[in-house]
């Protein structure tokens, strides 16, 4: 079974340009998570997705952030226009939907460069 | 601000020996988790612990849970070069329908052949 996989690996861009981020999760996992961490500081929580409805959106750090996930199959996060900030690691998880808690399913990451 | 604290920051040991990372959160939780990364890779899931259980096992790894004094450890025994890795605690904070995972900064270990 493929696992969660994420596009591109690398990104460098200028800032104030577009980047848009892809995540596929594991088939048949309604969750999708989006998490970041910026060099130096923890990782942190962005959004989660239950099939195609954004379920808790509390972490997206502002609304230069967009995340998508129509079809309930793979997600974009979108970043407009970028800025020097936004520069770290992307993650990507997806878990299956269960009554009870479960481990989330990590991808290899999307690291961000904005110049 | 960050849920989790390990400690130590950087670990490093022989192969063969025992580590030992901490971890401290804030809140009430559901459940612990434990991940490793390996460099340039995902988020491995290593063990979940639940807020009603004290320890588990899985392999050579050993969590324990003292939720009375918010904090955890992850023992890894009989280590091998493998196991070097950055090791993070993360707690489920489980809202209703609500999922994250508020993670700690990590323990780099470097495990020396």
Redesign the interface.
Known sequence: EAGVTQFPSHSVIEKGQTVTLRCDPISGHDNLYWYRRVMGKEIKFLLHFVKESKQDESGMPNNRFLAERTGGTYSTLKVQPAELEDSGVYFCASSPRTGSYNEQFFGPGTRLTVL | S?Q?EEDPQALSIQEGENATMNCSYKTSI??L?W?RQNS??????LI?I?SNEREKHSGRLRVTLDTSKKSSSLLITASRAADTASY?C?T?V?AG??????????TSLAVNP
């Not at chain 2, 340039?40 to 899931?45: P, S």
């Not at chain 2, 609500?98 to 993670?103: A, G, Q």
């Open positions: 960050q989790g559901n459940n988790q991940y340039g890779r995902g988020l491995v899931h979940l639940r993070f993360a489920g489980e329908n609500n999922r994250k995972l508020i993670w700690g900064l990590g």
